[in-house]
């Protein structure tokens, strides 16, 4: 099981979340994107631009945080918590 958590954050309060679970074999790259993707659909924002700062804290500890750098589109919130919550 590989499971992810994302959360709109604003005014650093929790304005919405998700967690996404995928229950198929794959690399674990391709399980972070595709959660990325599924979490962008259900909390309805565009896919965000992974900067290098974003490959670096992934990378390092399982979590990163999209900011409005990310996003092509105007984004009314302050950050996308993205990170991995469990995964076998």
Do not use: G, Q
């Amino acid at each position: 099981m590989f499971r992810v958590w994302a959360r709109i954050i604003k005014d650093n309060k929790l304005i919405k979340d998700v967690t996404i679970e995928l229950d198929y074999e794959d690399t674990r790259t391709h399980k972070v994107f595709a959660a990325l993707e599924k979490s962008c659909e259900e909390l309805d924002l565009s896919n965000p631009i992974w900067l290098e700062s974003n490959i670096a804290d992934f990378k390092r500890i399982s979590r990163t945080r999209f900011t409005a750098d990310s996003f092509v589109e105007p984004i009314d919130f302050d950050y996308l918590d993205f990170y991995v919550i469990e995964e076998d």
